[in-house]
């Protein structure tokens, strides 16, 4: 199962208040990203860590911020949520034959 | 940029029907494809993928795809499909230039009716 946690799983927070939501993995691996899914629009790409402090945009980087300051940890960061960021949260890590394991992921509402 | 198309949004089988879902990529370039499913409440598995040579590529639960280049196309099948096969299937490809960014497609919804 690849050693991925997300936390917290769930979580409701108003409009305009910080949240951070923290990816963990226990093996090591170099490549760690942050997805939303969100009806009709399948899994994008926010963020993703290529190393620690290493990190570039996906295709819906708006209103997020990463840090990776250890290998096992990504942090994604909503500055001042908003409700169109109310989603379900997938973090997911590269495996070595360069496939995709993903955590069991954070469903976030934003009020 | 890469481009992922799944033109079948929601599927209605019954037990034993065959499956075929259909996705297109936009770069014809060195391509890593696969299929991921996710069941009800849980996060995406891997289904599949495909980086060379046979282009026929067989996965986990009796899935198998076919990568056909000149298309465009890495369609996912199942001779036979059971209920506990519905599900949501998303299909994906890396960005182009070696990158290890991947595109996902917008998912297809199963249902298997008993």
């Known amino acids: 199962d690849a050693g991925i946690t997300q936390s917290p799983r769930h979580k409701v927070t108003e409009t305009g208040t910080p949240v951070t939501l923290r990816c963990h993995q226990t093996e090591n691996h170099r490549y760690m990203y942050w997805y939303r899914q969100d009806p009709g629009h399948g899994l994008r790409l926010i963020h993703y860590?290529?190393?620690?402090?290493?990190?570039d945009k996906g295709e819906v980087s708006d209103g997020y911020s990463v840090s990776r300051s250890k290998t096992e940890d990504f942090l994604l960061t909503l500055e001042s949520a908003t409700s169109s960021q109310t989603s379900v949260y997938f973090c997911?890590?590269?495996?070595?034959?360069?496939?995709?394991?993903f955590g069991p992921g954070t469903r976030l509402t934003v009020t | 940029a890469q481009s992922v198309s799944q033109h079948n949004h929601h599927v209605i089988l019954s037990e034993a029907a065959s499956l075929e879902l259909g996705c297109n990529y936009s770069?014809?370039?060195?391509?890593?494809l696969f299929w991921y499913v996710q069941y009800p409440g849980q996060h995406l598995q891997l289904l599949l993928k495909y980086f060379s040579g046979d282009p026929l590529v067989k996965g986990i639960k009796g899935f198998e795809a076919e990568f056909i280049k000149s298309k465009f196309s890495f369609n996912l099948r199942k001779p036979s499909v059971q209920w506990s096969d519905t599900a949501e299937y998303f299909c994906?490809?890396?960005?182009?230039?070696?990158?290890?960014?991947?595109?996902f497609g917008t998912g297809t919804r199963l249902k298997v009716l008993a």
């Open positions: 770069y014809g370039g060195t391509v890593n």
């Open positions: 860590s290529y190393g620690v402090k290493d990190t």
């Open positions: 994906a490809v890396n960005e182009p230039e070696g990158t290890y960014k991947y595109i």
């Open positions: 997911a890590i590269l495996g070595q034959l360069n496939e995709q394991y």
